[in-house]
Nanobody, 118 residues
Framework: QVQLVQSGGGLVQAGGSLRLSCAASGSTFSINGMAWYRQAPGKQRELVARITRLGITSYADSVKGRFTISRDGAKNTAALQMNSLTPEDAGVYYC????????????WGQGTQVTVSS
């Protein structure tokens, strides 16, 4: 089993930046892919960014050029740096991890709220 604990998030003005972190513990050797999802009120959870064990990344079109996903294999952590935030980026963000490089993600963090004021 793998446990994911998230930190970061909060309230920021439009145009600002936030950094989310995710720390994995437990059977971390089984993790290859990690990702960040978000869910806005009344909307489905959507994939924001993902990263493989080797550091290959993929982003949703809506965040390309503004968000950066990274991971530290030695520390079993992942992060999401979010710049130039807009109110459309608000929602609950979830860290996810899985055995496959590109999913499915079977381990989930507790979620963290991101609020962007206009």
């Amino acid at each position: 089993q793998v446990q994911l604990v998230q930190s970061g998030g909060g309230l920021v003005q439009a145009g600002g930046s936030l950094r989310l972190s995710c720390a994995a513990s437990g059977s971390t050797f089984s993790i290859n892919g990690m990702a960040w999802y978000r869910q806005a009120p009344g909307k489905q959870r959507e994939l924001v960014a993902r990263i493989t064990r080797l550091g290959i990344t993929s982003y949703a079109d809506s965040v390309k050029g503004r968000f950066t996903i990274s991971r530290d294999g030695a520390k079993n952590t992942a992060a999401l740096q979010m710049n130039s935030l807009t109110p459309e980026d608000a929602g609950v963000y979830y860290c996810a991890a899985g055995v496959g490089d590109w999913g499915p993600y079977i381990y989930w963090g507790q979620g963290t709220q991101v609020t962007v004021s206009s």
